[in-house]
């Protein structure tokens, strides 16, 4: 990389990096939103698929309750 030799020069340079960590920041903040907003869509998806899991779990619970409430009698 070219230094700067002149004031001038020097400031160019500095509004360059400036305008690059601007850029920078802008994309980490809309990436946040998007990660933010995906996290809370698989949170749902996530609660779906435990309702499921427990609705089938309770199935089973009673299908065993009932094959063995059948064998005492």
Do not use: C, S
Not at 14 to 26: F, N, P
Not at 49 to 69: M, P, T
């Amino acid at each position: 990389m070219k230094q700067p030799k002149t004031t001038g020069e020097h400031i160019i340079d500095l509004q360059g990096h400036i305008k690059g960590v601007k850029r920078e920041v802008y994309h980490l903040k809309t990436t946040q939103e998007h990660i933010h907003r995906d996290i809370e869509k698989l949170g749902g998806q996530i609660d779906k698929i435990y309702w499921v899991i427990l609705a089938a779990v309770g199935v089973v619970a009673l299908e065993v309750f009932i094959l063995f409430g059948n064998n005492l009698q």
